[in-house]
């Protein structure tokens, strides 16, 4: 069983996001602020502070939202970058917080928000690797569906797709090495 | 000995094993390419990840209105997008149409132990599948939000559910029979709830195991397992992520984990049976 993010996701609501459609906004809101809001949860680990970010996001993205380039990027991973940005910064901002109070009180963690979940972290980079490789172009796109989803060997491509062994060996590699790439700058270890 | 080439670490992420001997004694040495290494396998697990058992949390209604009067959007938008029919929120189950019915009544899978990851040469595929489910393993909540919905695969939208009344509707059971060296025996049964949630009921008769119990849904060859808990008693509930298609997960299988914190399925499985339908 195959998840196919940006495959399932229409393109049309890019473009009707980027114009400014309202309802756009909505359906995105409505596909993706669970993933924001656990993401911001398990970071964050109270659930109005994640409440809060889950509502920064959408209003940073629809405020700049001609800023966003639909042929750029899916909605999705952008909205995951922005996402990740607003984590970062509560985060600062809880930290400079921290700071002035002095341990006046120590913040106690909502026990609702349960322990660090490096899961729901995955799917924000899939929705990131997705995207990246919806721009990998072809024949790498094919090349690497082909070796995660039909599970097939450098060999057997080369057959399947009739390139030489050594194209397939070095598309293999250089996708790999830009997918890795990616997921290192959206987390901050380039 | 120099770096071994990007080219043999990328197809072993991929699962194959080129390279000689000494190539993996390097690898086994050199942190800078068990770096590398790691960084590539990193890829292939997030790109084969499994969304259906993450489970998802939903932020308060409030929220949508917080940011509806802020942007000043339409009023035909100020209700919450996530208690929209057609929302997760409000999709129904799998009908009981998408469990699939068997050819014969019992093909054997049941009782035979069918080893987890069978030998032959898409041996790859269960692996990198098997560590992505791992990560992604969440006890079944009654919420049902799951990754799956985020990811668009929550299956296709079904009808609503039958209105025939505030009962629970049994979808599909089976019997669980004991698998080598085991003996707990007993039984497994899917409802479905008014709301549409199905649940995945387990009985399962005392067995000493030396770990702990976890219960599963696979594919009929067991090359696809996706935890849904942990069985702490003889009976335990547990609900089934939207995502998941019966028909393609129609077995119900529990192993005995040890308690080395390692997620994946331990190939030792207690018992196991494959879910029939209920006309």
Redesign the interface.
Known sequence: ?E???T???DPGLDQAFAGGD??A???A??????????LA?RSLGE?NA??DV??EV??RA??SRTMYRPEVARL?AWLVGITRNAINDALSARARQRHVEEAVVQLLPDPAAGPA????E??A???I?DDE?EHLGDPQQAI?RL???D?L??DQISSRLNLPLGTV??H??RS??R??TR??VEHGTP | MEHLD??LL??R????TPGTEADADHLATCPECAATLQ??Q???????????G?T?????A???T??HQ??G??PA?AAD??A?PG??ADQPAAPPAEVETPSTPDDGLAAAPIPLRPGGK?R??PR?WMAAAA????LGTAAG?T???????GGTPSAAPTQSGPVALVLAETPLTPLAAHTGSGEAQVEQLPDGTRQLTIRLSAEKTSGYRQVWVGTSDLS?MVSLGVLADGTGTFTIPTGI?LA?YPVVDISNQAYNGNPAHSDDSVARGKLSPKA
């Open positions: 069983m998840a196919a993010a495959r399932d996701w309202e309802n906004l909505a359906e809101y409505r596909r993706l602020s669970p993933l924001v809001y656990t949860l659930r994640a409440d889950t509502q959408f209003i629809w405020k999705p979940d490096g899961s729901v995955a799917v980079d899939r929705l690797l490789l690497l070796a995660f989803y599970d060997t450098h060996k070095s293999i590699r790999l090495t997918l890795r997921l290192e | 990007a080219e990328s197809l992420a991929l699962g194959e960084g590539f990193r890829v292939a697990e997030i790109a084969t990840l499994e969304p259906a993450i998802l949390d939903r932020p308060s409030r929220t949508w917080a940011i802020a942007l959007l339409s938008l997008p996530l929209r929302g997760q898409n790859r595929r990198l990560a992604g393993i969440i939000w990754a799956a919905g985020v990811l668009g695969q696809g298609d393609q």
